[in-house]
């Protein structure tokens, strides 16, 4: 919340400076060329009646009518009171009560045949000038929307993480307690760091490359305790010297994934994880075994593996690639990011 009003604070200032500048701008021209206060001031008094109502229809629009109509459902509402302001404010200004008295100089350019054309150009331009304003205000407060609906989704969609490895990480100590109670002291240290992670550091945007690595070297390791000795489970996760920072919990549902699917009490298995980082580049390679499933159980597939994909796109647009391969024996999915 905190930040959602700071960045309106700052785009709301940015608004109001913007638009002191424009009224203050034909004044400050108009001093610096012939130095006279009294000039520069008939100046701004003229510029500010012509651009008054311009920036009232702006902050109607940007503050009023397209957050509690358009914005709300309800479109017609908002095109009509647009309608009402444009035409109300036209009618008041280009329809005259009496004769309209052209400068001579303007008079003797067009010709008074042609005035007609002169007085439907001020018309049009005004009509014109009136539109961009209410499309700037609209575009400003859907650029804002969606931006606020983008932080809403992706919170969304790594708190849906969250429960889903906490749920598997405590099966597997519940498991681990009745084999070897001093293991399982040991790995309720490696589930608090794993909580202190999850509940905590995962909030920030952005986290350190080493503290993902920590936290996934902890559950392979948490995970890796219900598999038997038929199963073979490899890290090779390197550490980068630089400091590089990463979404939070972005690759957990892929390891997650080769657990689930690529693990069989019955018959030899693996699971291999490996993560380096190079000139900009992280590269995340995930292969497990491969058995056939039944029905819908479908290795690759699955809420944990879609949300993964979802955050890829909102956080690294054009930025990452993502990959799978299945041969006889081995499932491999890889994805490199560029940070």
């Known amino acids: 919340m905190q930040t959602k009003n700071r960045r309106n604070l700052i785009i709301n200032t940015t608004q109001l400076l913007v638009w002191v500048g424009i009224f203050l701008v034909p004044a400050l021209v108009s001093w610096t060329v012939t130095g006279s206060s009294a000039q520069a001031f008939k100046v701004f008094v003229a510029g500010a009646r012509l651009l008054l109502p311009f920036f009232v229809l702006y902050g109607l629009n940007y503050y009023v009518l397209v957050p509690r109509l358009l914005h709300a459902g309800k479109e017609k509402w908002f095109y009509i009171a647009n309608i009402i302001l444009v035409v109300g404010w036209n009618l008041r200004h280009f329809i005259p009560r009496e004769p309209v008295e052209f400068p001579p100089e303007v008079v003797e350019q067009f010709g008074e045949k042609n005035m007609w054309a002169f007085y439907l150009g001020g018309v049009l331009t005004a009509l014109f000038v009136q539109v961009i304003m209410i499309l700037i205000a609209v575009g400003i407060r859907r650029i804002m929307r969606a931006n606020e609906t983008m932080v809403a989704e992706l919170d969304w969609l790594k708190h849906q993480l969250n429960p889903h490895f906490l749920f598997n990480t ?118 497990n075994s491969l058995f056939e499933k039944q029905g819908n159980d479908h290795i690759g597939s699955g809420i944990g593996l879609e949300n993964m994909k979802r955050r890829l796109d909102l956080l690294y647009p054009g930025k990452y690639s993502y990959t799978k391969k299945a041969d006889e024996d081995a499932y491999t999915v890889e994805v490199t990011l560029k940070v």
């Open 170 to 287: 405590l099966n597997n100590i519940s498991s681990l307690t009745q084999i070897d109670p001093d293991k399982a002291q040991e790995s309720i240290g490696q589930l608090s760091d794993l909580l202190r992670y999850a509940l905590y550091d995962s909030e920030a945007e952005k986290v350190p490359l080493a503290s993902e690595i920590d936290f996934m070297n902890n559950y392979i390791d948490l995970m890796a305790l219900r598999c038997n000795e038929l199963t073979t489970v490899t890290k090779d996760l390197k550490v980068p010297q630089a400091s590089v920072e990463v979404a939070p919990l972005l690759f957990i549902s892929l390891v997650e994934n080769a657990f689930k699917h690529g693990v069989n009490a019955r018959y030899p298995s693996f699971v291999k994880v490996e993560m380096a980082y190079a000139d900009g580049l992280i590269t995340f390679r995930c292969a």
